[in-house]
């Protein structure tokens, strides 16, 4: 096993040319999208090993999106195809202001067949463990495949960090999907809302109260991006703001918390304090939302130096 663990649904992506509403579009350049996917490539290309698992369908789509995986030196050997059910995809509008629209294209996706025996048992160099809302939101067994991936982690001291990653059209209700992303959040170390996210999950605005609410359910750490003011971390014995980094041009918001979850993430597998890795969070988070895909800007080790010594 690699040193981080994902499992997710990757989609094929079609990125509007052109702004207005997505049925009006007339041009869209193909790319690869899905939170946990995205997450993987910025591992890899950090130089960390990172296993993917997922279910793919036996359709270009599906071709697509593993070759790219392999192209981004990405452990995709658990990966399995079926004919029975198709690859998802989406949509995504192109906007100069706020976030684009989107739509999916995933009910009854081949990833959404993914069960807890996709999961390999051999743990290997396994360190990290990261899991995002949208898993849990895709069916009951990607459900169950979350909670396998937490009794791994809790059995074998893995850290295991959880983005919520709120997608409402993904679930049944807001009270399901609130009450769900809870008690994952509670099971985790490491839990990463954004600051509107907290809002929606806990009912406070306020980032401490927000924090204190994971923290007083078993969390470690709780990390709150607050979007361009960076974000506000607390743990049982501190808790600080880390300051974001000025974005010259924001060309596309999503993406950003992927970003940096992968900051997050490798900074800690490198051994670096939580503030120094939530400071790399943020660097990636800025440098993602200038490109156009949901995975394209994020950087290499010395792209990311760069931008850090830079900025
Ligand atoms: O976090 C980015 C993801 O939202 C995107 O790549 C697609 O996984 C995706 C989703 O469900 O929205």
């Not at 703001?241 to 918390?257: F, R």
């Not at 890795?277 to 949901?294: E, H, L």
Request: hydrophobic share 40%; glycine share 10%.
């Amino acid at each position: 096993m690699a040193e981080v663990l994902l499992v997710g649904e990757p989609m094929a992506l079609f990125i509007a040319e052109e702004e207005g509403t997505l049925d009006r579009v007339n041009k869209f350049t193909k790319a690869l999208a899905g939170a946990e996917a995205n997450v993987a490539i910025g591992l890899s290309r950090l130089g960390h090993t990172v296993k993917y698992i997922t279910r793919l369908g036996n359709d270009p789509f599906g071709k697509y999106i593993y070759e790219k995986l392999l192209e981004e030196e990405i452990d995709v050997s658990s990966i399995k195809f079926t004919d029975k059910y198709p690859t998802g995809f989406m949509l995504k509008s192109k906007t100069s202001k706020g976030d684009p629209d989107i739509f999916y294209f995933r009910k009854g996706s081949a990833a959404s067949h993914v069960t807890p025996d996709d999961i390999d048992c051999e743990l290997g160099e396994l360190k990290h463990i990261h899991i995002t809302g949208i898993t849990a939101a895709l069916s009951n067994d990607t459900l169950d495949t979350v909670y396998r991936m937490i009794q791994i982690g809790k059995e074998n001291g893995i850290r295991i960090s959880f983005d919520p990653n709120i997608r409402k059209s993904l679930w049944k209700s807001e009270d399901e999907m609130v009450s769900t992303l809870n008690d994952i959040a509670s099971r985790c170390n490491i839990v990463m809302p954004g600051i509107k996210e907290g809002f929606i999950l806990t009912g406070s605005e306020e980032v401490d109260a927000i924090a204190d609410f994971y923290l007083e359910k078993g969390a470690e750490a709780v990390i709150i991006k607050i979007g361009d003011k960076g974000a506000y971390v607390k743990t049982k014995d501190k808790s600080f703001t880390v300051s974001g980094y000025k974005v010259e041009k924001v060309v596309d918001t999503v993406g950003a918390g992927d970003g940096f979850a992968t900051g997050v993430i490798s900074g800690l597998l490198e051994g670096l304090t939580l503030s120094d890795a939530v400071k790399r969070g943020n660097a990636i988070g800025a440098i993602i939302i200038m490109s156009p895909g949901d995975n394209d800007g994020l950087p290499d080790k010395v792209t990311l130096e760069k931008f850090m010594k830079e900025n």
